[in-house]
């Protein structure tokens, strides 16, 4: 369902994907990992078609992201870590909006977004009365949640889609994501949060500056690495070690007291 084949992005003169090569069969989530800078969310954006590769191509179920973004954004649904949403329309009338441009007739969006607010706990009344603006940061991250998910499509971007959500709509949305993988979406999950990962995702693929350094199910990769977790294989394979090393060096320069020593 996707398809990255030696897939790169140059800004400048730097390399934020280098060659990077994934296939994601339907029904799959993977957990993309990396540090800070890996190389994630360019590689979404380019999924997405939104961001133009220097090279290599993406296929979305099928379809190529340059030569065919219509359907490819017909194809997928995305949650980005940020952005802007149309601050002074209501949620209900942004998610009314999202519908329209995916083609969805009226009546039908609303049954739709009734379904979803019903699930994340958000009632009609407060859909409609406040506008974006004025949303809780949690209310917000439910709403692009939802706004992402209305055209039911088969692939699924999500890049820390947890941020914000209190404990019971992580819960659920973890459960949701499960319960849409078995009905055969592909999900592409990008986290720091590298327990849900574990606990979620089929596959795991770490990035690091730009380049694909681990791809394997997280018991496979546990295994293959002394039964260690998941955190300490990243740390390993990123330069975590190095580090965590600098900031106990660094810790050492403050005294008990608070006052650093000269
Ligand atoms: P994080 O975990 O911090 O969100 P990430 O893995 O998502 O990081 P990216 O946002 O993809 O990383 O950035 C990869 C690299 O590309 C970074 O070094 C970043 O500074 C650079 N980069 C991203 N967008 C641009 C841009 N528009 N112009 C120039 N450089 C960029």
């Known amino acids: 369902m996707i398809k990255l084949t030696d897939l790169t992005k140059v800004y400048g003169a730097q390399t934020a994907v280098d060659h990077l090569s994934l296939e994601i069969p339907a029904g799959q989530i993977v957990g993309l990992l990396g540090p800070n800078g890996a190389g994630k969310s360019t590689t979404l954006k380019m999924i997405t078609g939104m961001l133009r590769p220097t090279s290599g191509t993406v296929q979305v179920a099928g379809y190529d992201a340059t030569t065919h973004l219509m359907e490819v954004k017909r194809s997928l649904g995305f949650v980005p870590e940020s952005g802007a949403l149309y601050e002074s329309l209501t949620g209900l009338e942004y998610l009314r909006m999202v519908a ?3 083609g969805i007739e009226a009546e039908q969006a609303d049954v ?29 991250r439910k709403i692009v949640i939802i706004a992402a998910l209305l055209h039911n499509p088969p692939v699924l971007l999500f890049d820390e889609p947890l941020d914000g959500l209190d404990v019971n709509a992580a819960m ?3 459960t949701l994501i499960q319960t849409l993988a078995k009905q055969g979406r592909t999900i592409v999950y ?15 693929v770490i990035i690091h500056q730009g380049r694909l350094v681990l791809d394997g199910a997280p018991a496979e990769v546990s295994a293959q690495h002394g039964g260690q977790s998941l955190e300490a294989v990243f740390s390993k394979l990123t330069g975590g070690d190095v580090l965590r090393e600098k900031a106990e060096n660094f810790a050492r320069t403050f005294t008990p007291g608070g006052t650093e020593q000269p």
Do not use: N, P
């Not at 977004?113 to 209310?139: C, H, N, P, R, V």
């Not at 590298?194 to 795991?204: G, I, P, W």
């Open 100 to 102: 329209a441009l995916y």
């Open 112 to 140: 739709r977004i009734q379904e979803f607010i019903q699930f994340f706990d958000i009632t009609w009344q407060a859909l409609g009365e406040k506008i974006l603006a004025a949303y809780s940061k949690g209310m917000r």
């Open 172 to 174: 659920g949305f973890k």
């Open 190 to 204: 990008s986290s720091h949060i590298l327990d849900v990962v574990e606990k979620v995702c089929h596959r795991v």
